[in-house]
């Protein structure tokens, strides 16, 4: 069957049960179950009403719980263990890990994850806030917005293909394709360089990549929040004799410093999970290791089971203050 | 407002600069591979792409007719060759000079006669034609070579996008995986929507036991990491005979999208009045309706919001398919690892790569151009509180 076709039953199946569930399981509580007429109406309702949370809830139930949370322990499990042949599993305690740690491979990726941390986050938030800032009372603002937002909108392999470009790399003797090796030799430069094949530098041409991506999120949040800042601090500040930078860095930030910090872990968030760029451009040779490719090179290249799901955890462990944090935040937002 | 030193016309002009520079900073990358895309695999070897909108300055090499086919003896003795060096095809661009030998280049104006030495001459005009003649030896064995400086205007064409899209015996092209991509996309969009749908509104405005504990589960789930689910899911889906295949990976976008497709529209139901609810309730709606009626039309804009985040996350999406979805036989691929494939087997050819890259970054970017409006809503909602 062709998949076009394929995907369209499944559309159709897909809504069409998922439409049918929640329209008969509805019925079902209303007029079979717990009718709201005869002796027990009174009751009955409140029984209703006590179930159909549930009904509504339950398929998300089951997807969020088999799709995100069990994996959670299971890949915790998975780390203790080590695959047989067979399909037999072996209980080897925390030999995957101690394995992991000394190869140099993770290592690598584990103190370039570090690095993408510092300086991904940094500096798409510091790019978003300068943007939104410059951009504010802009007349063509929007524009320029827009279009430092859109890199939001391709993907990391295209992106990494767009990149690619830019630090292509060709003979001395011939013309440059690339603009960076262009520009590098209009300003004095030697020789033309591979720039993803400079061990420790090139993880930054690779982090280019991701601060391209991520600074039109930060700015679409960041302007929102200096927009959202009253007005009159500004005023009296203005009165008082403060100038522009002043205004910014004293009365601005201060201001928006929760949403910076939202910003700032959400992109923390998406660094940290960063795989396809890698993938793409240098899959991790030169040194560019990092944690979700080292990952997947343990998981579907060597097929080490163990191993692979000992560097999840990792990724996990590092996820969890940000996610303890938020769930504290958004209890305390409950409240 | 922002301080009276704002209004002064050299900040103003030092804004307005440093902001073009910012956004040329992001948009030249993007710019580049896109007219790449537009110019044949010789144009972007042979020069960058940021000179592929004016008029290129550059030295051809050509011959002139093999002579010994060629030549015509006009007198005793004196052979001419008489043609145009660009052959039939018509030349675009303008012939500012030329030479006869590497070592002079732009010896020579068009009309000039050259002395190749012992009567030996060759004449070059403005629109190609040239005369060459000599004795006989002169003119025999190759055709002469002549270095010409030529400006040729810009030119562009559609023959990539032919050739990634429409030539059916690329076996790497472009127009399956487009189909692939859309065949994950549609159902991995619509499917959550409807489920997180259901869920927001209990979670929102139904009282229940347990009901501030799920919403904090949701919260947390927000932010686990996909790569934990890769290997014990696609042992589920094995175990159940799913295996690797479009379901597979349906049910996967579903299950990852859900907890930000939740969070996004409880955030924006919760905001609803209170009032409507209650009037609705006293004049004796169910809940069911209620939801039906009222609150899937009003919370169109959070609908759409998620609708946008899902569809770009999984039109961009690589990991979940390549786990998910591509196996042996390679039939459902999709863009993203065509893309990858085509930068390991032909990383230098250029006019391939940037098509096909471009191929698959159009639709998102219309998306996003067309509904940016909702993106920008959904991320306020989906981060500031």
New interface residues.
């Given amino acids: 069957m062709h998949p076009a076709l394929q995907g369209l039953i499944t559309i159709i199946i897909g809504v069409g049960g998922c439409v049918g569930y929640y329209y008969g399981a509805n019925m079902l509580l209303d007029k079979v179950l717990f009718p709201a007429k005869g002796p027990n109406a009174g009751r009955n309702i409140n029984r209703a009403g006590m179930i159909r949370p549930w009904i509504f809830l339950f398929p998300a139930l089951c997807l969020l719980g088999l799709y995100l949370a069990y994996p959670v322990f299971a890949t915790l499990r998975l780390s203790f263990l080590e695959r047989l042949p067979g399909n037999e599993y072996a209980f080897v305690g925390l030999e995957n890990y101690t394995k992991m740690f000394a190869e140099p491979k993770f290592n690598e990726a584990l103190l370039n994850n570090m690095l993408w941390l510092i300086v991904v986050p940094a500096a798409s938030t510091g790019f978003g806030l300068l943007v939104a800032q410059l951009t504010d009372r802009l007349r063509w603002g929007s524009v320029a917005k827009s279009i430092i937002f859109m890199p939001m909108a391709i993907s990391f392999v295209g992106a990494a293909v767009i990149f690619k470009l830019v630090y292509e790399a060709r003979p001395e003797d011939v013309a440059q394709i690339g603009i960076l090796n262009h520009l590098y030799l209009l300003f004095g430069g030697d020789a033309p360089q591979q720039w993803l094949q400079i061990p420790f530098w090139n993880s930054f041409f690779l982090m280019v990549v991701l601060i391209w991506i991520q600074t039109g999120f930060a700015m679409v949040i960041l302007s929102a929040a200096l927009r959202g800042i009253p007005e009159e601090t500004i005023e009296a500040a203005i009165i008082d004799g403060a100038n522009p930078f002043q205004i910014f860095f004293k009365i601005k930030i201060p201001q928006i410093t929760s949403t910076i910090v939202v910003v700032w872990t959400t992109i923390t968030i998406a660094t940290l999970k960063v795989f396809d760029i890698v993938f793409a451009m240098t899959n991790g040779q030169w040194e560019t290791q990092v944690l979700a490719n080292y990952m997947y090179d343990k998981l579907f290249r060597a097929n080490d089971w163990g191993m692979g799901s000992a560097s999840a955890m990792i990724i996990m462990l590092l996820v969890t203050p940000i996610l303890v944090w938020n769930v504290y935040n958004a209890r305390k937002e409950m409240r | 407002?922002?301080?009276?030193?704002?209004n002064k016309a050299p900040v103003v002009w030092a804004?307005?600069i440093?902001?073009v520079a910012?956004?040329l900073l992001?948009?030249?990358?993007?710019l580049?591979?896109f007219v790449?895309s537009f110019r044949t695999g010789d144009q972007?070897?042979?020069?960058?792409?940021?000179s592929a909108m004016f008029p290129a300055e550059q030295t051809i090499q050509l011959r002139a007719a093999d002579p010994d086919e060629n030549r015509v003896e006009t007198e005793s003795g004196v052979f001419v060759v008489e043609a145009n060096i660009f052959g039939e095809e018509a030349f675009e661009g303008e012939l500012t000079a030329w030479a006869t030998s590497s070592r002079n280049l732009s010896a020579f104006a068009p009309g000039d006669t050259a002395d190749l030495g012992d009567g030996e001459t060759l004449t070059l005009n403005a629109d190609g034609t040239y005369i060459w003649q000599g004795n006989d030896d002169q003119i025999s064995g190759r055709g002469q070579r002549i270095f010409i400086d030529a400006t040729t205007p810009p030119d562009f064409t559609l023959d990539n996008y032919g050739f990634v899209l429409f030539d059916e015996n690329n076996s790497e092209g472009m127009a399956k995986a487009f189909?692939?991509t859309?065949?994950?996309v549609?159902?991995a969009t619509?499917?959550p929507i409807?489920?997180?749908a259901?869920?927001a509104?209990?979670?929102a405005w139904?009282?229940?036991p347990g009901?501030?504990l799920?919403?904090?589960?949701?919260?947390?789930?927000?932010?686990?990491?996909?790569?934990?689910?890769?290997?014990?899911?696609l042992s589920?889906h094995n175990s159940i005979g799913i295996g690797k295949g479009?379901?597979g990976v349906?049910?996967?976008h579903?299950?990852?999208g859900?907890?930000l497709a939740?969070y996004l529209l409880r955030n924006y139901m919760v905001g609803l009045p209170r009032d409507i609810i209650e009037n609705a309730k006293v004049d004796g709606a169910?809940?069911?309706q209620i939801?039906t009626k009222i609150i899937l039309p009003l919370s169109f804009p959070a609908l759409a919001s998620f609708a946008i985040f899902q569809f770009?996350w999984t039109?961009?999406?690589?990991?979940v398919a390549?786990?998910f979805l591509i196996d042996a036989s390679g039939q459902?691929t999709v863009m993203?690892k065509q893309?990858?494939e085509l930068?390991g087997t032909r990383g230098g050819d250029?006019e391939i790569?940037?098509t096909s890259?471009f191929v698959?970054?159009a639709v998102?970017?219309i998306?996003?151009?067309a509904m940016?409006k909702y993106?920008?809503r959904g991320?306020?909602a989906g981060?500031?509180?």
């Fill in positions: 407002m922002d301080g009276i030193a704002g804004l307005n440093s902001v910012l956004v992001w948009l030249f990358p993007t580049g591979l790449s972007i070897t042979a020069s960058g792409w940021w189909f692939n859309l065949t994950v549609i159902p619509i499917i409807l489920i997180a259901f869920a509104y209990a979670l139904m009282d229940f009901r501030a799920l919403i904090a589960a949701v919260v947390g789930l927000l932010v686990v990491p996909l790569q934990l689910a890769l290997i014990p899911l589920f479009y379901l349906w049910l996967a579903t299950g990852f859900l907890p939740i169910t809940d069911f939801f770009l039109w961009n999406d690589l990991l390549l786990v459902t993203t893309i990858v930068l250029w790569l940037a890259a698959s970054i998102p970017l998306v996003f151009f940016q993106l920008v991320l306020l981060s500031v509180k």
